[in-house]
């Protein structure tokens, strides 16, 4: 057994939704399994006349522009399976640090070195794992994005309830021009907007502008750089003064049609990404970028 499917047996995969009130976890045992995440800085921000407190879920790569590794894929879906079972989180906020990206996309070192069926399978489905995680959570995510928000970090942002970016923000899905599928992409953008938008940002593969990104609903708030990281924590305390109940059952049955979705095209996902991979079809540009940043 290799190293990736020991992770995802400890993981236990499971796609079938349960309920996010199976298991209430204490403060303290959320909060020291915060501890030993790898590329993931997880604190919680209290909120003034409020019981509840905002989570604040940092993307922490050694490099700047985030990029998402397996490992940290792994340790963002075991903190969203906690926050599913924690009461007391009003809010969850999703950013990239101080001074770096959101996301720019998955890590080619760990992509480009995809070769076997089974491993490309794997790879996809912690990916799969992680998208269904987010979206069972069932308080709101705002997300503050900055910078680069590529291909699989900008999937992650589009699975926030509400987007507040800057106005200089890279948002991008260059994956088929690049030779990589983009079957989740795809779906995602076709579910959440248009079969548009989905083929302007899959088929065109070119950065959208700050101003398309606002007119296609990518992004619901845009602010300058300084001031977005503040804006997003405001609009995420906002958030976390609504009733719960409400909330928790609203989101749980809005977001079941797309975990549904998710579901239903993992196997076509799986078959598309195992072709292009096995095809190599992607690995010279995982050579260029890998060339320039060894």
């Not at 792994?74 to 009461?87: G, I, R, Y």
């Not at 750089?225 to 609203?250: C, G, I, N, Y």
């Amino acid at each position: 057994m290799t190293h990736w499917s020991k992770k995802r047996e400890k993981l236990e995969f499971d796609l079938i939704t349960k309920s996010s009130l199976d298991m209430i976890l204490p403060m303290g045992e959320l909060s020291e399994f915060f501890k030993d995440l790898n590329s993931i800085q997880a604190t919680f921000i209290d909120i003034p006349q409020n019981s509840k407190k905002i989570l604040s879920i940092c993307f922490a790569a050694s490099k700047t522009t985030n990029p998402f590794s397996r490992q940290m894929t792994l340790s963002l879906t075991e903190v969203a399976k906690k926050v599913q079972n924690f009461p007391d989180v009003g809010a969850v906020l999703l950013h990239g640090g101080a001074n770096r990206s959101f996301s720019a996309g998955g890590d080619f070192k760990d992509v480009s070195a995809l070769k076997e069926d089974q491993e490309i399978r794997s790879y996809l489905r912690e990916i799969v794992e992680l998208y269904i995680s987010l979206l069972k959570i069932e308080v709101p995510i705002v997300a503050a994005v900055e910078g680069f928000a590529i291909g699989q970090g900008l999937q992650i942002a589009l699975l926030a309830d509400w987007r507040v970016a800057s106005n200089d923000v890279h948002m991008q899905m260059p994956e088929l021009k690049n030779g990589i599928a983009c079957p989740l992409g795809t779906l995602l953008l076709n579910a959440m907007f248009s079969r548009a938008v989905s083929l302007e940002m899959c088929m065109g593969c070119e950065k959208v502008s700050f101003e398309k990104a606002l007119s296609f609903g990518l992004i619901q708030e845009g602010f300058e750089t300084s001031d977005v990281f503040e804006k997003a924590l405001a609009k995420a305390k906002f958030f976390a003064t609504f009733p719960q109940t409400p909330m928790r059952m609203t989101k749980r049955m809005f977001n079941q049609k797309l975990i549904s979705e998710l579901q239903n095209h993992l196997p076509q996902s799986e078959e598309a990404h195992v072709a292009s991979f096995l095809e190599r079809a992607g690995h010279t540009h995982f050579e260029k970028i890998l060339g320039k940043t060894s």
